[in-house]
């Protein structure tokens, strides 16, 4: 499946592993960065999705996705990412991802924009239609620098995802070049997509970054098989 991920809004806290452990697949555990586990608060807007390359899905394959993620390791030390919940704005696609898995939920969610030049601000709101769950988050990149420090690095340059499917753990991968990253600012923020997924965090988030976007794939889904010491 072929996809271009525009307008990223990473928004990144600092977790126990302890505390996460349990939205683990099988065989996975907490991935760490810099000491510690994280959960992400992403939006962006997905333009042009299909199957194979070159071949965009319309109207359904263009549509905006927030999602709360878990940083992941599989047995055999790859990493990855584990959704928690995806929010998104097309029926359709929600209800083909829930079969596959994939942990979405049916909401209005809405890019925003605001200013212009250098001011121009980046964002989303999200309002759940069953769960009244909602989100809004916004943020002014600075694009004249470049967030290229480890922790930032090794958090959005997850080439792949582990979920569940009929009682097995699969590695879903996914190949994009190097997100070009900025360090941005929270300048509006009201969530409850963090609480509802049922994580807590403390304070202001202690990355926040923004990306103009990158073309990105996924390929054939793979099962993860849990090392020999490993029990279910």
Not at 102 to 107: C, D, M
Not at 128 to 137: L, N, P, V
Request: with cysteine; charged share 20%.
């Amino acid at each position: 499946m072929d996809q271009f991920w525009a307008d990223a809004v990473f928004l990144h806290w600092r977790v126990e592993a302890e505390a996460v452990a349990r939205f683990m697949p099988p065989g996975v555990v907490p991935d760490e960065v810099d000491g510690s586990s994280w959960v992400g608060l992403i939006g962006f807007r997905m333009l042009g999705a299909g199957l194979g390359q070159g071949l965009p899905v319309p109207y359904f394959g263009s549509f905006t996705e927030i999602n709360v993620r878990l940083y992941s390791r599989g047995p055999d030390g790859t990493r990855g990412v584990v959704f928690v919940t995806l929010d998104a704005s097309r029926l359709a696609v929600v209800l083909a991802a829930r079969t596959g898995g994939i942990p979405y939920v049916w909401s209005r969610c809405s890019p925003v924009t605001r200013g212009g030049g250098d001011r121009r601000e980046y964002g989303y709101d999200v309002v759940r239609f069953r769960r009244q769950a909602t989100s809004r988050f916004v943020v002014r990149p600075d694009t004249a620098r470049t967030a290229d420090d480890t922790v930032s690095l090794e958090l959005t340059a997850r080439f792949g995802l582990h979920s569940t499917l009929a009682g097995r753990t699969l590695y879903i991968p996914n190949t994009h070049t190097p997100w070009p990253l900025h360090p941005a600012t929270l300048t509006d923020f009201d969530d409850g997509l963090l609480g509802a997924a049922g994580i807590r965090v403390e304070g202001p988030p202690s990355s926040v970054l923004f990306s103009p976007g990158v073309q990105t794939q996924f390929g054939k889904p793979r099962v993860v098989r849990e090392s020999p010491g490993q029990k279910d």
